[in-house]
C-alpha cells in the first residue's frame, strides 16, 4: 500500500499544512482525522482545491491524486459569497472554499472587468479594508469563517519596486 500527500488547508487554519494518508482510504477517513488534529466541527466539508461542490465522503483517495498528490480544503460554509470591486465597479459570486484566490482573481480581472491576462498580471487581490494581500495559492476558506462566508477583495495594482531612489541606469 502507498501512500498519498495531502496539503490542506481549512477554516481557521491559515497556512497550508500536510499529513500522508494511505491511498486506498476514503476521505471521509481523511476527514476525521484532520477534525480530530485540529478540533474543528464534525459538520465540515472536504474539497478538493478549486472544486465548486464537496468530495464524497465515500471517494477513495487514489482516485482524485494528481502528481503532487491531493490539495485540499475543510470548511463548514458550503458556499463563499466574493465581491470584487475595481475603478467604483463591484462584482459578485459564489466560490467555494476551497477556490484560490488566483482562480478568483482570473474571474474577476478577466471574465468580469475585461483586463487582458497581461494587464491581470499587473494587479492583486487585497481584502477591501486592509493591506491583507493573500497569496494567489491561498483558498478563500482559509481568509472567512461561519457563519459569515463572505470575503470583499479589492483589485489593485501590484505595487513593484523597480529600482532604488537616485539609481542610476
Known amino acids: 500500500m502507498g501512500s498519498i500527500d495531502i496539503f490542506y488547508q481549512g477554516e481557521g487554519l491559515r497556512e497550508i499544512e500536510h499529513i500522508e494518508f494511505d491511498e486506498n ?3 471521509g477517513n481523511l476527514k476525521t482525522i484532520l477534525v480530530k488534529k485540529h478540533g474543528l466541527e464534525n459538520a465540515v466539508f ?3 482545491e478549486n472544486a465548486d461542490e ?3 465522503e465515500n471517494s477513495i483517495l487514489r ?5 503532487a498528490g491531493i490539495k485540499a480544503h475543510l470548511h463548514r460554509c458550503h458556499k463563499i459569497d466574493v465581491s470584487v470591486t475595481f ?3 463591484t462584482v459578485q459570486h459564489r466560490f467555494a472554499p476551497g477556490a484560490t484566490v488566483s482562480r478568483v482573481k482570473r474571474w474577476a480581472a478577466e471574465d468580469k472587468f475585461g483586463m487582458t491576462a497581461e494587464e491581470a498580471s499587473e494587479h492583486v487581490l ?3 479594508g486592509t493591506q491583507n494581500r493573500p497569496a494567489p495559492g491561498t483558498h478563500l476558506g482559509a481568509l472567512t469563517s461561519t457563519p459569515n ?3 470583499a477583495f479589492d483589485l489593485v495594482p501590484d505595487q513593484r519596486v523597480n529600482g532604488a531612489a537616485g539609481a542610476e541606469g
Not at 482516485?63 to 502528481?67: K, M, P, Y
Open 25 to 27: 482510504q476514503t476521505f
Open 46 to 48: 472536504v474539497f478538493l
Open 54 to 56: 464537496p468530495i464524497g
Open 63 to 67: 482516485e482524485h491524486a494528481g502528481a
Open 87 to 89: 475603478n467604483a465597479k
Open 126 to 128: 487585497q481584502i477591501a
Open 149 to 151: 462566508c463572505k470575503l
